[in-house]
Each structure stands twice: as structure tokens, then as C-alpha cells.
């Protein structure tokens, strides 16, 4: 099984920064595409950004373009999003999780592992 966990939330002012990290261990060879979700008080979950198994796509939800960065460490097992510009708005618990797929996928029911979450509070 998967093991994945967040880091890095916090409270910040908007027009902030925060990196968030998940670090994944266990059965990491089936590890591919990775990808952060959160989920604000009384919304579902949504996507924010995706990364393929070698780190050479990308994608953003329009709430996180121009703003949010996902990249990955392969050798470290590690996945950063760095959250620039933050705005109240982008409060919420943010969670990692992993697709046993190549390329960048979005749905949240294509991944199959996810961890705790890590919350981010941005105060206006």
C-alpha cells in the first residue's frame, strides 16, 4: 500500500506564499501521475493541479493557472505545490494523491491513493 502525507498548510495573509510537500512511501513503484485536490468547508472536492509519472506535464485548474506550481523529485518520492498570489478563497484542506497512470489526469475518481490533507488558511 501507498503511504502519503502532507505538509505545509498553514495560515497565511492574502497575496502569500506556501509550499505544500507530500512525501510517499510504500509500495512507491506503482507510483505515476500525481496530483492536489482540496475541499473547502461545505464544498466538494476539487481539483487544483496534476503532474505525469516523469514530471514533464502539467496541469492546472483555471482557479490555480498562473498562480500554483506542482513539480515533483522522483528520487526523493516527493510532490511540492508552491501557492503563490494566495487568496481567501483558496482556504480549504489540501490533499496529495497518486494515479497509477502515466499522463496528467484530473477526476478524482482516476486516482487511487490520497492522503490526510494538510489545511491552508488564507486571511483576508
Known amino acids: 500500500q501507498l503511504q502519503l502525507v502532507e505538509s505545509g498548510g498553514g495560515l497565511v495573509q492574502a497575496g502569500g506564499s506556501l509550499r505544500l510537500s507530500c512525501a510517499a512511501s510504500g509500495r512507491t513503484n506503482s507510483v505515476y501521475a500525481m496530483g492536489w485536490f482540496r475541499q473547502a468547508p461545505g464544498k466538494e472536492r476539487e481539483f487544483v493541479a496534476a503532474i505525469s509519472r516523469s514530471g514533464s506535464s502539467t496541469y492546472y485548474a483555471d482557479s490555480a493557472k498562473g498562480r500554483f506550481t506542482i513539480s515533483r523529485d522522483n528520487a526523493k518520492y516527493m510532490v511540492y505545490l508552491q501557492m503563490n498570489s494566495l487568496k481567501p478563497e483558496d482556504t480549504a484542506v489540501y490533499y496529495c494523491?497518486?494515479?497509477?497512470?502515466?499522463?496528467?489526469?484530473?477526476?478524482?475518481?482516476?486516482?487511487?491513493?490520497w492522503g490526510q490533507g494538510t489545511q491552508v488558511t488564507v486571511s483576508s
Open positions: 494523491a497518486a494515479a497509477r497512470t502515466n499522463s496528467v489526469v484530473a477526476g478524482a475518481d482516476e486516482y487511487d491513493d
